[in-house]
């Protein structure tokens, strides 16, 4: 059984930096996707980056240049380092797998919009005010 935990979220002013980890555990996929997602309240989930075994990443325009996920496949360890963070960064934060997938496969609608996922963690808060 595939299981997904995230941790690291936190409180933090504007500005500031967090590290979100995801340790996974019986995911056996050579070939796969994982993804960091993200719900404030009162909105939808919004797909924050994605990264697939081949070492390619894709980023949500919201993040690009602050964020950057990043793998240890030895750790079975999925990271994101985030930066300059602001205020509307403030929500939810989970981690999400799939098998079987390239990030080349598939659109941002599908890839960022969370459809090709399966598994998910339970999530980690992250809140960003002054």
């Known amino acids: 059984q595939v299981q997904l935990e995230e941790s690291g979220g936190g409180s933090v002013k504007p500005g500031g930096s967090l590290r979100l980890s995801c340790a996974t555990s019986?995911?056996?996929?050579?070939?796969?996707?994982m993804g960091w997602f993200r719900q404030a309240p009162g909105k939808e989930r919004e797909g924050v980056a994605a990264?697939?075994?081949?070492?390619?990443?894709r980023y949500a325009d919201s993040v690009k240049g602050r964020f950057t996920i990043s793998q240890d496949n030895a750790k079975n360890t999925l990271s994101l380092n985030m930066n300059s963070l602001k205020v509307e960064d403030t929500a939810m934060y989970y981690c999400?797998?799939?098998?079987?997938?390239?990030?080349?496969?598939?659109?941002?609608?599908?890839?960022?919009?969370?459809?090709?996922?399966?598994?998910w963690g339970q999530g980690t808060q992250v809140t960003v005010t002054s």
């Open positions: 990264i697939d075994s081949d070492g390619r990443m």
């Open positions: 999400a797998a799939a098998g079987y997938c390239r990030l080349h496969y598939y659109s941002d609608y599908d890839l960022l919009g969370g459809r090709i996922f399966r598994t």
């Open positions: 019986g995911f056996a996929y050579s070939i796969y996707c």
